[in-house]
């Protein structure tokens, strides 16, 4: 069980590095935009159940207009991700 303290502890930790990393994002002058999380096309992950990297890879370019790099990436991604 965590104690009141031990949250507030936690809480406090938290506030510090969300500052931090503000700071950081400031400092190099970037933004933070979060991705949206697409889901898995499940004619992606039908191909790589089958062990089809290649197909699952074509896939993926279709769907997503992608070069051949950034498809073999995010299918990888897909792969483990998804322990396939």
């Known amino acids: 069980m965590v104690t009141d303290e031990a949250f507030h502890d936690l809480r406090n930790r938290i506030i510090r590095l969300e500052g931090k990393v503000d700071f950081l994002y400031q400092h190099l002058g970037l933004t933070f935009e979060p991705q949206t999380q ?4 499940p004619r992606i992950i039908e191909q790589l159940k089958k062990g089809n990297l290649i197909e699952a890879i074509k896939i993926h370019r279709q769907l997503n207009d992608s070069s051949m790099v ?3 990436q995010a299918v990888e991604e897909m792969q483990g991700r998804l322990g396939l």
């Open 70 to 72: 950034e498809a073999k």
């Open 38 to 41: 697409l889901t898995d096309d």
